[in-house]
Structures are given as structure tokens and as C-alpha cells.
């Protein structure tokens, strides 16, 4: 599966004058198949990684700036599918993420 997305936040009125744009995009892979079956269905489950970015620009009128962050992990998946029609998903991720702030006002990163 893959995710992109543009925003922009731009408010009407702001105390702060604040504003950003962001761009984002993130990866996602995995695999699934048959844990067990039973006289009441059948239990499917799978491991995924995934893998992303946001870039985002920030101005107010206290200065400008920007934070770059990557985001990368594993989950896992599970799908109880039961004989009458009845199913339950269930799914966990654990993400890493690594982060970049820089103030252009402050000249610091």
C-alpha cells in the first residue's frame, strides 16, 4: 500500500500568524496466510513493515522554520473468519521515528 498527501494549514485568524505545508508519503508491505483452521472458521495472520516521511514548512511571526521526520516499522495482523459470515480484524504497529527541527530565525538546527 502506499500514502501521499499534501496539506496546507493556513487558519483565517491566528494569534500567531502560524501557517505550514506538509508533505507526506509512506510504503507499506506484508505478507498474510492460513495460522488454523477449525470446525468454526479459519484464523488468518501476516507481518508488516513499513517505511514513510513528512516534510513541513512552518512560518509565524515569531520566524520560520522546518521538521523533517521518518517513520519506520513492523506490525502484525490477525483475521477471524467464522463459518456464519461473522469476521474480526486485529492489527498492531511499532514505529521508530527520527526527527530534524531547524529554526531559520534562530540559525540553529
Known amino acids: ?11 483565517g485568524t491566528s494569534t500567531t500568524g502560524t ?3 506538509a508533505d507526506l508519503w509512506r510504503v507499506q508491505a506484508g505478507l498474510d496466510g492460513q495460522l488454523a483452521q477449525m470446525a468454526s472458521g479459519v484464523l488468518i495472520g501476516g507481518v508488516t513493515v513499513h517505511y514513510g516521511t513528512v516534510k513541513s514548512d512552518i512560518s509565524s ?17 490477525l483475521t477471524w473468519y467464522g463459518n456464519s459470515g461473522f469476521y474480526v480484524d486485529a492489527q498492531a504497529e511499532l514505529t521508530w521515528f527520527d526527527s530534524d527541527l531547524s529554526s531559520a530565525t534562530l ?3
Open 61 to 77: 511571526a515569531f520566524g520560520l522554520g522546518s521538521i523533517d521526520t521518518t517513520g519506520y516499522g513492523f506490525g502484525g495482523t
Open 107 to 109: 540559525g540553529k538546527r
Open 1 to 11: 500500500r502506499i500514502e501521499a498527501a499534501h496539506k496546507k494549514f493556513d487558519p
Open 19 to 21: 501557517d505550514y505545508d
